[in-house]
T-cell receptor
């Protein structure tokens, strides 16, 4: 079993839909990161969480430390949100990455 | 603007050849990392460095080597000992080494001729 599990692996949505991507982990962490990878391959950091909830524009990230679970929500999705979303947990001297969720938003 | 620059974007390796991937950052970050990305898999750590002149093996270091002679630079050499080098390679940095925000380069796609 992977230490970081994401679901779903693939997701297709219509423009405007509310989207949720889930991340579960099985190790102790100091922080959890949500990353976005565009088709060209570059990765940008969206959020770093150690507790609670963060919001940036249409993106919301939550974490439940006791349940070892995090969610990334996209409200009013748009075709430009199409990308791979990656969950990563920061442990001791190491980041562990999920395999990513490939999101496609149709116009 | 500060950031991480990786070059080249595409690289082709011949049998038995060593190739070097460049990674330069002007963010004044202490920690730098090299990751390998294969289809359907999460990023895997090849090497990391916490400070100049120091680096540590990651999970898949065999067939790779690095150096950290300057704070800004962390080149990765893919040696002929790496029998399956075709992958997307990403360099990253963070201010420190306590789970801080990661900054990534744009990646290098390495293929074997």
């Amino acid at each position: 079993k992977n230490e970081v599990e994401q679901s779903p692996q693939n997701l297709t949505a219509q423009e405007g839909e509310f989207i949720t991507i889930n991340c579960s982990y099985s190790v102790g962490i100091s922080a959890l990161h949500w990353l976005q990878q565009h088709p060209g391959g570059g990765i940008v950091s969206l959020f770093m969480l150690s507790s609670g909830k963060k919001k940036h524009g249409r993106l919301i990230a939550t974490i439940n430390i006791q349940e070892k679970h995090s969610s990334l929500h996209i409200t009013a999705s748009h075709p430009r949100d199409s990308a791979v979303y990656i969950c990563a947990v920061a442990g001791t001297y190491k980041y562990i990455f999920g395999t990513g969720t490939r999101l496609k938003v149709l116009a | 603007d500060g950031g991480i620059t990786q070059s080249p974007k595409y690289l082709f390796r011949k049998e038995g050849q060593n190739v070097t991937l460049s990674c330069e950052q002007n963010l004044n970050h202490d920690a730098m990392y090299w990751y390998r990305q294969d289809p359907g898999q999460g990023l895997r750590l090849i090497y990391y460095s916490q400070i100049v002149n120091d680096f540590q093996k990651g999970d898949i270091a065999e067939g790779y080597s690095v150096s950290r002679e300057k704070k800004e630079s962390f080149p990765l050499t893919v040696t002929s000992a790496q029998k399956n080098p075709t992958a997307f390679y990403l360099c990253a940095s963070s201010p420190g080494f306590r789970g801080e925000k990661l900054f990534f380069g744009s990646g290098t796609q390495l293929s074997v001729l």
